[in-house]
DNA sequence: TCAAAAGTGTTCTTATTACACCCATGG
DNA sequence: CCATGGGTGTAATAAGAACACTTTTGA
């Protein structure tokens, strides 16, 4: 067994890419290392996974200290593993993404954070750690997900607009330089073909022009319809 | 720093679900553990992680001591870290499924394999550890991933025919107990029109019945359309 | 009355499905 | 000459892409 007693020397982190969207850009929410090592930069949120505690509990955890949310989406990306990732040890760290409407979140900063802020994805910067991989993993997991499954949802308030989902939309998938737009006529015709809104019969109020239409997601009928084995493409 | 310290106490392992297949079923490599715990016990191949080792090469090692395999199509697939998932201490598993030529391989019993066998995937029976989660994570992956690249190749000869390729398509995608099967007209027009099968102007042996033309896959005519961007959908 | 964004249909093209018979070979 | 699996085309339907003007509101 003393030979076994060798591996047992390592340690795990989880790491949680969290996303959000204040209606124009795709938003990612880092912390200000408050401690060595890389005190000072940017980092994703994240923190060594106690001994007694589940990879997805860490997880949780991490989010909600940091945000104060709980029962939201979240789902494990991958773990990363190069041997010299972290200065301190051999760290791995199991990455995770989640999605959070901007709105629900208050500053409550963390006992491993100096300061929490949202960050456009475009323009990250160069992050502590191997983070810079670990959100480009997340993203490409967050387009890949966001064709198959309706979770962009998960993003907007309760309440919005046809055009805001088509932002969110466009600022997930449409590649930054990229000046192509979704078609806004196909658009809705996909999105309210799939009989997922539900609407409101309320218009917003207060804007220059002509106020859009209010919908929101009908989490049942999504239920209703995965049971039945439907399947998206958004 | 002490206080970290009590965190380095926990190992990680990788483990590999490597599929094959034989012209029938779709397979996976499985071995009679030679050890405690669960010795006797039918499992995925793994090992813990050497201290200087990355993941993705432990995964390779692995791979390659038990098959003698290199170069082989190997991806991770993501970590398994319930607090309780083996009995001797705090190890997270990294799971990584790899795709191989099931007359590539030869026996190579590895230093932590009593055996090696090759079983089919819907009848593996109760495995070690969480195993049978792990294998379960991982057939997802494989369906998921085997209808947006043409990995399916992975697991065929050189030279096939166009009705092994649907078969290997089906028993990969068609639930186990569903009699439903892919129309045979439909698939070949779908397959040939990708263009990245080559038509070798051959045809079977010794086959009691009409002889089918050999095709195999092309490989650079695949780089070159990824390279265009193009994406796929079988 | 102007600016700004909302809303709305049709046509064309492409992909998907469903479906049944003759062919080449070995035994 | 029979059994076995190999090989082939067409028509109907559904999905996706391209495209431009009118409407409603606040300033």
Redesign the pocket.
């Known amino acids: 067994m003393s030979e076994v007693e060798s591996f047992f020397k390592s340690a795990f982190s989880v790491d949680n890419v969290i996303f959000g969207f204040d209606g124009g850009d795709l938003k990612v929410l880092l912390i200000q290392r408050g401690a060595a090592p890389y005190k000072g930069k940017w980092a994703l949120p994240g923190d060594l996974v106690y001994p007694n505690e589940d990879l997805d509990t860490a997880a949780e955890r991490v989010l909600e200290q940091l945000t104060g949310l709980r029962g939201v989406y979240l789902e494990q990306v991958k773990a990363f593993g190069a041997v010299d990732r972290h200065p301190l040890g051999r760290v791995i760290t199991v990455a995770y993404f989640s999605l959070i409407k901007i709105s629900d979140y208050t500053v409550t900063p963390a006992s491993f954070a100096q300061s929490a802020k949202w960050h456009t994805v475009t323009k990250v910067g160069d992050l502590a750690f191997d983070h810079n991989e670990i959100l480009e993993s997340c993203l490409k997991k967050l387009r890949r997900k966001v064709r198959m499954t309706p979770i962009g949802f998960e993003l907007l308030p309760p309440k919005f ?4 989902l088509q932002q969110l939309y466009e600022s997930i998938l449409i590649p930054p330089k990229s000046k192509k737009r979704i ?4 658009f ?3 999105i309210l ?1 799939t009989n997922l809104l539900h609407d409101l019969n309320e ?11 209010l919908y929101r997601f009908d989490r049942n009928k999504y239920e209703q319809l995965i049971a039945e084995g439907y399947s998206f ?1 958004i």
């Open positions: 607009t046809l055009t805001e078609d806004k006529r196909n809705r015709k996909k073909s218009v917003q109020e207060g804007v220059a022009h002509r106020p859009a239409k493409d």
